[in-house]
């Protein structure tokens, strides 16, 4: 990927182009991974992130661009289809144990290390070199996405993973064991930013 490659519709003038995510247009989700007893029956929460913000500084020169998002831990929930109980147990022991949503509220990404390369008009494979900080803890977290700008839309597009023992979290256990969550978290997202004059 070539640092210096630059976006379309971009000019000498237009030194940075904010777009705002809309969480609405969005979609942002993490998936977890069950071992345990009822890892045999492929019981793996997904979780919706249903309240996050930020912004894309977009430049001519990609590696210029900046990210940064912002998440509110508290919007997490549980939207597997399971019963209300085990939805209600998972929901509450991932704010109260995992997250502690309350002493840690935010989860924010940071990102002013970007590369890009132009796979045709419009479309970019883009390389983001930016930090994570989540309960507390703050870590270099690189992550890859396509990326399309149209008119006033831009969209990107990807997965990563993380592991929570990065983060100081230790992966918890629900009813009696039967389900254990493992170390590693899956997130995936299709971001939507709107451009700003």
Not at 153 to 164: D, H, N, P, R, V
Request: some cysteine; overall charge negative; aromatic content about 8%.
């Amino acid at each position: 990927m070539h640092p210096m490659t630059k976006m379309s519709g971009l000019s000498a003038e237009d030194v940075f182009v904010p777009y705002l995510i809309s969480s609405v247009a969005s979609r942002f989700t993490v998936q977890a991974f069950a071992g345990g007893l009822l890892a045999a029956l492929g019981h793996n929460p997904v979780i919706a992130i249903q309240d996050f913000s930020g912004e894309i500084r977009l430049h001519e020169e990609i590696a210029k661009s900046s990210v940064g998002i912002s998440i509110s831990a508290a919007s997490l929930m549980v939207t597997t289809e399971m019963s209300a109980k085990d939805r209600t147990e998972i929901d509450r022991i991932m704010h109260e144990q995992v997250l502690e949503s309350e002493r840690y509220p935010e989860i924010k990404y940071d990102c002013d290390r970007i590369s890009a390369s132009k796979t045709e008009d419009g479309q970019y494979w883009v390389a983001l070199n930016g930090e994570l900080t989540m309960h507390g803890t703050t870590r270099s977290l690189p992550i890859s996405a396509r990326a399309l700008v149209s008119g006033e839309t831009l969209k990107a597009f990807g997965t990563f993973s993380i592991l929570q023992s990065d983060y100081g979290i230790a992966p918890v256990s629900v009813g009696a064991g039967t389900l254990k969550v493992k170390d590693e978290l899956k997130f995936s997202f299709d971001i939507v930013g709107k451009r700003q004059e």
